[in-house]
């Protein structure tokens, strides 16, 4: 069986170059699909997810199995910085905990701005 695998902040610097190398060396046994994030239409093979909606991360907890977050804000004003890192960090994690998923948490230094 497939497991199926989110990888949200994927169009940021380090989840850009976290999904290319997925991209390049596929694993057959998970099927990866990009987070995002923009009132747009969604592309194909990416899910729509608001870190900061319970209603959406339960959507996405519910659908996946493995959900790797690479998001993160370094830009100002601070508040969105703490939204984005904290808050949103709190609320997935609470999701996935009530689905019993999997959360990879992977960060870079450039969050510390």
Do not use: W
Not at 71 to 80: A, K, M, R, V
């Amino acid at each position: 069986m497939t497991e199926k695998v989110l990888v949200i902040g994927a169009s940021g610097f380090f989840g850009s170059h976290f999904l290319k190398t997925l991209k390049e060396n596929p694993l057959p046994q998970f099927s990866f699909y990009q987070g995002y994030f923009s009132n747009k239409a969604t592309p194909p093979g990416s899910v729509y997810v608001n870190i900061l909606d319970p209603l959406s991360l339960k959507s996405v907890a519910e659908k996946f199995d493995i959900i790797i977050n690479c998001s993160g804000q370094t830009t100002n004003p601070i508040e969105q910085c703490y939204q984005q890192n904290s808050t949103g960090i709190h609320l997935l994690s609470k999701a996935i905990k009530k689905y019993d998923r999997y959360l990879i948490h992977l960060s870079s230094a450039v969050v510390y701005g």
